[in-house]
């Protein structure tokens, strides 16, 4: 640590801990990233566990047949300590979107772990993907639900469960199709000091926005409600007046077509 560091850290031992209390986690946060003090370090975090509780109950609508939430909050926890020494303010994200994509990934980290999916769900997963694909490239379009039912060999009412059932099979696959084009990078992060991962970071980015804008309006609107607000499945339920499984059906499709789109434009197709 610099002269100039070390004196900032100094300074910030000498705040009470009523003076620390008063301060807004703004605030508290940017005094940390300043000074490095570690005394700082556990009250800035248990300023922001509230967000890891909240995330946490909303990926639970995903995630519900895998975890305990007090699993997820855990992981969310640690999640946090470990972006509170990454985050940079000077690239003008704000804190509460770095961290929440991080806990996010800690999230489908775990679900990997605990290998949680079984293999009648994969197999599924697998054949619905497959029926997608070739659907696609015989019709040149998103293909219906009636239509990949059909191609299924089964019912409207089959179809729509096997699809919620995948719901996290789709999103494990979709992160990896993710890993792969972005190769380590942080997709959430600007001001690289490579500039062609910025540029790489940048395309993807776009392409995954067209994606979104390719899907139906309530599909746009649950992954909307779900990643940009932060609600549960069972809160979208309740702003869209539809049942929480249909939330969860919409929610899954929505992750298929994303994935699908994805993995023709990382292949180089039209």
């Not at 949680?116 to 015989?138: C, K, N, T, Y």
């Not at 999103?171 to 890993?179: A, G, K, P, T």
């Not at 942080?186 to 062609?196: I, L, Q």
């Amino acid at each position: 640590m610099s002269a100039g560091g070390r004196e900032a850290a100094a300074a910030a031992l000498t705040y009470t801990q009523a003076e620390i209390d008063a301060m807004s986690k703004e605030d508290l946060l940017l005094l940390y990233k300043s000074t490095g003090c570690q005394e700082l370090k556990w009250p800035l975090v248990l300023r922001y566990v509230g967000l890891v509780k909240s995330i946490a109950l909303q990926v639970r609508g995903v995630y519900s047949s895998f975890a305990q939430v007090d699993d997820i909050i855990n992981e969310g926890v640690l999640a946090l300590v470990g972006a509170v020494d990454k985050f940079d303010p000077d690239k003008g994200i704000k804190f509460e979107t770095f961290v929440s994509k991080r806990i996010r990934g800690a999230v489908i980290d775990l679900a990997r772990r605990q290998d949680w999916v079984p293999r009648s769900v994969r197999r599924r997963a697998r054949e619905i993907d497959q029926a997608g694909v070739e659907l696609f490239a015989q019709l040149g379009r998103y293909p219906s639900d009636e239509e990949i039912a059909a191609k299924l060999g089964i019912t409207q009412e089959q179809y729509q469960e096997h699809l919620a059932d995948s719901s996290l099979c789709n999103v494990l696959s979709l992160d990896s199709v993710l890993e792969d084009r972005d190769q380590g990078m942080d997709v959430a992060d600007s001001g690289s000091d490579h500039p062609e991962d910025s540029l790489l970071r940048q395309e993807l980015l776009e392409k995954l926005t067209d994606g979104i804008e390719s899907l139906r309006e309530n599909e746009q609107l649950v992954i909307s409600l779900y990643y940009k607000k932060n609600l549960s499945m069972k809160e979208i339920a309740q702003v869209m007046e539809v049942s929480e499984p249909r939330i969860s059906q919409i929610h899954s499709r929505a992750i298929q077509k994303l994935k699908l789109y994805m993995k023709r434009y990382m292949n180089g197709e039209p």
